[in-house]
């Protein structure tokens, strides 16, 4: 049996207040064809946040209705993205619901996770969709996609009970949690639906989908108010999503004090004492049910400001990010962890699960935003371009494990038939590409991700728009759109991978600029209409050794790791479509073999094309290019290397 979890992003540090969505400010990408689209404006922000914040960021990233994508991989990921989400029809996302609630289901249930069979139905249909949807109208300004979500709101809204129950199953699901008997995480799925609508009021200005969140925590409340201690931490062994970060959430929107102390009720305190105490004892424990626990605790220390939050969080990012984590920067093998820092053995089909890589980005957002070290960045950067894009193929499927045996390919959902916790977590991550690009602090805007797109700076007046091809190319350009000249320092990231070779100019002249790795390049100047930065990014190889055992590497150049092409050899549809995993052949292949002190003994440019690779095995040469590019092929991610002898 598969668990995970999911959860959007709200818009940290200040919570956009209720509207509804209107006319717009900021140029969109080109509709979809077939698809209308008018452009919307922000959601008006009250001017100090939601007023119930104890922890205010250091930097906080712009708006996502403030950020625009422009051709890249990221627009074509928001863009795919969106054509599925408008080919699912309301009625088909509603079936299940109606059912539970007595009411005409007119067209048929999907199957997968969403069957009427299933015991995680409604997980995705009434709340990671809607999630999407919400975070893609904030995103694209897809008018059509938000009137459609706004009907599946009022639907659900229908289908909700008098004492604000509102599931795709029955409440006979929680009694059988209460009583102790085998059931599969009824308050996993209800956390989704509650965070899908939350998301609705909260990033598309939906007052409905609020009032139908606080019916179901009023329900929450009933429901545990009877439960001892004892019995619920018996019930918290049960996976139950992110309940205490959505329930903290509704906190800030509302300041309603019973949600805050709801919220602290679904803290595990099994899981956060240990890590309180800086003590990894996460071995054994499944991955994904803990990690939106942790984002959970992040929200809690922002609103209440007490410090052991934070180092519950911190704690457990720095021991996921560097003792249990692959080069990709994704996480867990079978969905669980293994022992600190010993992935020798971990090389499998059903490595790092993909809600895992999404939740571990959204809890890097906040320690980023409470420190503001680029640093973090190092991290989300590996992430999105090697453990999320590349798992979304160009219909729209996605993955649910990116598997790191040699030999292995990447499998896919189908687009009716799985509707997995990753199928969840995957249509939230490719609707919100455009989150984290841009932040900024009361004087300065930061360019945290080198991704072509366009941002507008309101506070200031300022409009940054930036063209590059990277990875493909290894620079990008910044010009800046003032209607008067003004001085603002403007900041941008320098990698790790980049060391000290990061330089800029500024209208063709060289800048001389602090630009260490891991630190920000800081141009602080007087900015004039037009004015353009150009900086240069050079990628160079370098390898990253697994965990446990030094002599296996992974090849990477800039933030993307390489794997060696290994041909289709033998593969078929039936094996890479409606698998969480792929089924490889026993024994599995081992790893290549190569030779050399550096990877430049082993590892070349070839100039077959940009970012392709040729290496040196001890069985011949073999192409290699980036893991996200790879599709209906084979590979393999780690080498053994061995030192070269004189």
């Known amino acids: 049996m598969k668990h995970p979890p999911h959860l959007p992003n709200l818009a940290r540090r200040r919570f956009l207040s209720r509207s509804v969505l209107s006319a717009a400010a900021l140029a969109v990408p080109p509709s979809l064809a077939g698809f209308a689209q008018t452009p919307v404006d922000d959601i008006p922000r009250s001017p100090n946040g939601s007023g119930f914040e104890s922890v205010n960021w250091k930097l906080a990233p712009l708006p996502m209705t403030d950020v625009r994508l422009r051709p890249g991989p990221l627009l074509n990921a928001l863009e ?16 299940n619901f109606r059912v539970q609630a007595g009411l005409p289901a007119p067209d048929k249930p999907y199957g997968g996770w969403e069957d009427p069979k ?17 975070l893609t109208c904030a995103s694209s300004g897809d008018a059509d996609l938000l009137a459609k979500a706004n009907a599946l709101v009022a639907a659900l809204a229908q289908c909700q009970t008098a004492d604000g129950y509102l599931s795709a199953f029955p409440q006979e699901f929680f009694e059988r949690l209460k009583n102790g008997q085998k059931v599969w995480a009824p308050f996993y799925t209800l956390h989704k639906i509650m965070a899908g609508h939350l998301d609705m009021f909260v990033h598309a200005g939906n007052e409905q989908a609020l009032g139908t969140a606080e019916k179901m925590a009023a329900w929450v409340a009933a429901y545990l108010q009877p439960i001892g201690q004892e019995q619920w931490t018996h019930m918290q062994k049960v996976e139950f ?5 959505v329930l903290y959430n509704l906190y800030a929107v509302t300041g309603k004090g019973e949600y805050l102390a709801l919220g602290r009720r679904f803290d595990d305190q099994s899981l956060f004492t240990p890590l309180a105490a800086h003590q990894d004892e996460l071995a054994g424990l499944h991955a994904n049910t803990n990690i939106p626990k942790v984002i959970g605790a992040a929200r809690a220390y922002e609103l209440t400001g007490e410090p052991r939050y934070r180092e519950i969080a911190e704690y457990f990012w720095s021991q996921v990010t560097t003792a249990h984590a692959y080069a990709t920067g994704g996480t867990s093998n079978g969905e669980h962890w293994q022992a600190p820092g010993k992935l020798a053995d971990q090389l499998g089909p059903d490595d790092e699960e993909c809600c895992c890589s999404y939740n571990m980005m959204k809890l890097t957002r906040h320690l980023h935003g409470w420190s503001g070290d680029p640093r973090f960045f190092d991290y989300y950067e590996r992430v999105l371009f090697n453990a999320r894009l590349g798992t979304q193929d160009s219909e729209g499927r996605l993955m649910y ?11 896919f959902g189908t687009l009716e038939d ?26 300065g805007l930061f360019v945290n991700l080198f991704v072509a797109s366009e941002a507008n700076w309101k506070d200031r007046g300022v409009r940054l728009v930036q063209e590059t091809s990277f990875p493909e190319e290894q620079q990008t350009a910044l010009t800046v759109h003032v209607n008067s000249r003004q001085r603002f320092p403007l900041y941008v990231r320098v990698p790790y991978w980049a060391g000290r070779g990061v330089t800029a100019s500024v209208n063709g002249k060289p800048v001389s600029a602090h630009a260490a790795s891991g630190s920000y390049l800081h141009i602080d100047r007087e900015w004039a209409d037009g004015d353009q930065v150009q900086v240069q990014l050079p990628m160079h190889l370098h390898t990253e050794p697994l965990p446990g055992d030094a002599t296996l590497q992974a090849a990477m150049v800039g933030p993307l790791v390489l794997a060696a092409r290994l041909g289709s050899d033998g593969l078929t549809p039936d094996m890479i479509y409606g698998h969480y995993g792929p089924h490889p052949p026993s024994p599995a292949p081992s790893a290549l073999e190569v030779s050399g002190n550096e990877i430049s003994g082993w590892l070349a440019s070839s100039s077959s094309a940009p970012l392709a690779f040729e290496a040196a095995t001890a069985s011949g ?7 996200n590019s790879f599709f209906n092929e084979r590979y393999a991610v780690y080498w053994k290397v061995s030192p070269r002898t004189a």
Not at 84 to 90: I, K, M, R
Not at 621 to 627: G, N
């Open 621 to 627: 040469k073999i192409p290699v290019a980036p893991l």
């Open 118 to 134: 299933c015991e995680l139905r409604g997980h995705f249909t009434g709340g990671h969709y809607l999630s999407a949807c919400a």
């Open 401 to 411: 494990f990116l598997s790191l045996a040699p030999g292995l390919w990447k499998t």
């Open 241 to 245: 999503g992110g309940m205490n970060e």
């Open 418 to 443: 799985s509707f997995w916790c990753c199928t969840g977590t995957g249509v939230e991550e490719y609707s919100k590409t455009t989150d984290s690009i841009y932040w900024h602090d009361d004087h």
């Open 80 to 95: 795919i993205n969106r054509h599925y989400l408008h080919s699912l029809p309301n009625d088909r996302l509603l079936f």
